[in-house]
């Protein structure tokens, strides 16, 4: 009887629950009061009237109409409300200790069943808009992480061009032109690295990197590219031998990605080659292939498929300040530019990334 009471109860609102309860409380309570008082006077009859009778009936007739209210307020508590009750304060607990990894459901048709489903409703908002911010604070902090390993690369370079004016030009063993050139060469960089600082300023991940197409010269964008590589090299005590294809061309490409890229790849080919890093340029009819290679030791079976991966680092992990990061970028950057990027070992050993950009041929 109490099951079924209980599951009707289950689907009626809490005034309806209410109401039934007060009517079958107040049947209940005034059979009682019919059997009291008949009761008492089946006791007046036996034993006549006497002064205690009306009194206790008064009694017992006060105390059968409370222990009904009671009981009513027990039953409508359990029944209705002790349930979702517990079910809240649970969730909330939970919320109050940061955990939002659980579910909340109560299997009824009144207003406490509302309230648990716009509890969980409201919950779930909560899960997805904390987990949405926090995506984009890992976002935001690998982005900076980025934005200071790309910045290494370039100032390595602007680095090596102030080194070498300091060395020579007091010297005058550097001509004119050639200083002229260089101070062209630094400003060219000094250029990309403010647009480089305003891009990485205004996105909010690295995909977001905007590509700028415009004619570029193939012949001085490697030869500016070749320069940079130098002065990477140069201090690591490196040599640095650059190929190319198709030389006198001009494509519609973003020069500012491909030197990202470019820099990133020479970085890390000079970081671990033994004495010579290699790049050969490949221009195809909508590809261009930046093909680097060194004389170190090559990828292991591990770094060839993890190499790509943000922060991978392999086993130079505390060996030195790199961060696994360059290739990680290098991917991103071609995939964004229509390209991919493939890592390899060479078959003379040493490793060999191609990187490769979608461009398309300028018509003359």
């Given at each position: 009887?109490?099951?079924?009471?209980?599951?009707?109860?289950?689907?009626?609102?809490?005034?309806?629950?209410?109401?039934?309860?007060?009517?079958?409380?107040?049947?209940?309570?005034?059979v009682?009061?019919?059997?009291?008082?008949?009761?008492v006077?089946?006791?007046?009859?036996?034993?006549?009237?006497?002064?205690?009778?009306?009194?206790?009936?008064?009694?017992?007739?006060?105390?059968?109409?409370?222990?009904?209210?009671?009981?009513m307020?027990?039953?409508?508590?359990?029944?209705?409300?002790?349930?979702?009750?517990?079910?809240?304060?649970?969730?909330?607990?939970?919320?109050?200790?940061?955990?939002?990894?659980?579910?909340?459901?109560?299997?009824?048709?009144?207003?406490?069943?509302?309230?648990?489903?716009?509890?969980?409703?409201?919950?779930?908002?909560?899960?997805?808009?904390?987990?949405?911010?926090?995506?984009?604070?890992?976002?935001?902090?690998?982005?900076?992480?980025?934005?200071?390993?790309?910045?290494?690369?370039?100032?390595?370079?602007?680095?090596?061009?102030?080194?070498?004016?300091?060395?020579?030009?007091?010297?005058?063993?550097?001509?004119?032109?050639?200083?002229?050139?260089l101070?062209?060469?630094?400003?060219?960089?000094?250029?990309?690295l403010?647009?480089?600082?305003?891009?990485?300023?205004?996105?909010?991940?690295?995909?977001?990197?905007?590509?700028?197409?415009?004619?570029?010269?193939?012949?001085?964008?490697?030869?500016?590219?070749?320069?940079?590589?130098?002065?990477?090299?140069?201090?690591?005590?490196?040599?640095?031998?650059?190929?190319?294809?198709?030389?006198?061309?001009?494509l519609?490409?973003?020069?500012?990605?491909?030197?990202?890229?470019?820099?990133?790849?020479?970085?890390?080919?000079?970081?671990?080659?033994a004495?010579?890093?290699?790049?050969?340029?490949?221009?195809?009819?909508?590809?261009?292939?930046?093909?680097?290679?060194?004389?170190?030791?090559?990828?292991?079976?591990?770094?060839?498929?993890?190499?790509?991966?943000?922060?991978?680092?392999?086993?130079?992990?505390?060996?030195?300040?790199?961060?696994?990061?360059?290739?990680?970028?290098?991917?991103?950057?071609?995939e964004?530019?229509?390209?991919s990027?493939?890592?390899?070992?060479?078959?003379?050993?040493?490793?060999?990334?191609?990187?490769?950009?979608?461009?398309?041929?300028?018509?003359?």
């Amino acid at each position: 009887m109490a099951k079924l009471l209980n599951g009707l109860l289950k689907r009626l609102t809490l005034l309806q629950a209410f109401i039934l309860l007060g009517v079958l409380t107040l049947m209940s309570v005034l059979v009682v009061i019919t059997l009291e008082f008949a009761w008492v006077e089946y006791l007046r009859l036996r034993l006549g009237d006497t002064e205690w009778m009306l009194p206790s009936l008064v009694a017992a007739v006060l105390l059968t109409v409370a222990a009904g209210i009671v009981t009513m307020a027990v039953l409508f508590y359990r029944w209705k409300l002790k349930r979702p009750l517990e079910l809240l304060k649970r969730a909330s607990e939970n919320i109050s200790a940061n955990n939002l990894d659980f579910r909340v459901s109560y299997d009824s048709r009144d207003e406490m069943g509302e309230l648990v489903a716009v509890f969980e409703t409201m919950r779930a908002q909560l899960e997805t808009t904390i987990k949405t911010l926090w995506r984009s604070a890992e976002e935001r902090k690998q982005l900076n992480a980025i934005f200071a390993h790309d910045l290494r690369t370039p100032l390595s370079v602007l680095k090596g061009y102030g080194e070498f004016l300091a060395a020579y030009l007091p010297e005058k063993k550097v001509s004119e032109e050639k200083v002229l050139d260089l101070i062209h060469t630094i400003n060219l960089h000094i250029v990309r690295l403010e647009r480089y600082a305003d891009a990485m300023s205004s996105i909010q991940k690295l995909e977001d990197v905007p590509v700028h197409r415009q004619p570029t010269d193939l012949h001085s964008l490697a030869a500016m590219l070749n320069d940079s590589a130098e002065q990477l090299a140069r201090p690591l005590g490196k040599r640095f031998v650059s190929s190319m294809e198709h030389a006198n061309s001009v494509l519609y490409a973003d020069p500012h990605v491909l030197m990202r890229v470019f820099e990133n790849l020479a970085a890390n080919a000079v970081r671990y080659a033994a004495s010579q890093v290699n790049v050969r340029y490949v221009l195809q009819e909508d590809e261009l292939q930046m093909i680097v290679t060194d004389d170190g030791p090559g990828f292991s079976d591990e770094a060839v498929h993890k190499a790509m991966l943000p922060f991978y680092r392999g086993e130079v992990w505390e060996a030195t300040e790199h961060h696994g990061l360059g290739l990680y970028v290098c991917k991103v950057l071609c995939e964004t530019h229509g390209g991919s990027l493939q890592l390899d070992n060479s078959p003379q050993g040493g490793g060999c990334v191609t990187a490769k950009f979608g461009v398309e041929l300028k018509k003359s």
